[in-house]
């Protein structure tokens, strides 16, 4: 069975531009979240979607907006970039969205996003 | 949310086993410790997680005490691809306001030939 995947692996934009970044979760799993992970960080939490609907929102601004397909696949949007933007973008999956209760989550490989 | 702390670097040599310790004073009730590992580049990599006492499977262990203040991951007879950066996490869970996992800052494990 085919992970978590991403698309792209890698993207480089200018301040301003907006992004949008793809997730597609493992077979049967029904939440997606997103992490921003700057370089020598740990990932800090964007957002995460369960059955098609926010569940939980990290401290971001609203210029990071994300949505969830009925195949349960995922876009993260990034608007108006700034150079701080620039990080690893990572998508994780749970069965059931229980991350923290129990459900195991499973990471993607990452976009790594250059804004310049 | 519960806040991790975990040493910042640790080094340890071929077929050694290594611990990590990771402190979270105020994890709550319905909380679970998960650990992970991460390479340069790479997305975090599911090691092990439990709730109390121990839980093992086939590359760790995972120590949780009693008042589950702290847990301790044990990496038996690391090798050199052991080298890598370990999570310490723990979960909220809230079916109101989703998942909330928080990453501290990690540990970096060095293995040494």
């Known amino acids: 069975d085919a992970g978590v995947t991403q698309s792209p692996t890698h993207l480089i934009k200018t301040r301003g531009q907006h992004v949008t970044l793809r997730c597609s979760p493992i077979?049967?799993?029904?939440?997606v979240s997103w992490y921003q992970q700057v370089l020598g960080q740990g990932p800090q939490f964007i957002f995460q979607y369960y059955e098609k609907e926010e569940r939980g929102r990290g401290n971001f601004p609203d210029r990071f907006s994300a949505r969830q397909f009925p195949n349960y696949s995922s876009e993260l949007n990034v608007n108006a970039l700034l150079l701080g933007d620039s990080a690893l973008y990572l998508c994780a999956s749970t069965e059931r969205g229980l991350a923290g209760g129990g459900d195991t989550q499973y990471f993607g490989p990452g976009t790594r996003l250059t804004v310049l | 949310l519960a806040k991790t702390t975990q040493p910042i670097s640790m080094d340890s040599y071929e077929g050694q086993e290594v611990n990590i310790t990771c402190s979270h004073n105020?994890?709550?009730?319905?909380?679970?410790i998960t650990w992970y590992q991460q390479f340069p580049s790479q997305g975090p990599r599911f090691i092990i997680q439990g709730y109390k006492t121990k839980v093992t499977n086939e590359v760790a262990s995972l120590f949780i005490p009693a008042d589950r203040k702290s847990s301790t991951l044990s990496l038996p007879r690391v090798s050199l691809s052991d080298t890598a950066v370990y999570y310490c996490l723990v979960g909220r869970l809230n079916n109101n306001a989703g998942n909330m996992l928080t990453f501290g800052g990690g540990t970096r494990l060095m293995v040494k030939p």
């Open positions: 105020n994890i709550a009730t319905n909380d679970y």
């Open positions: 077979s049967g799993h029904k939440s």
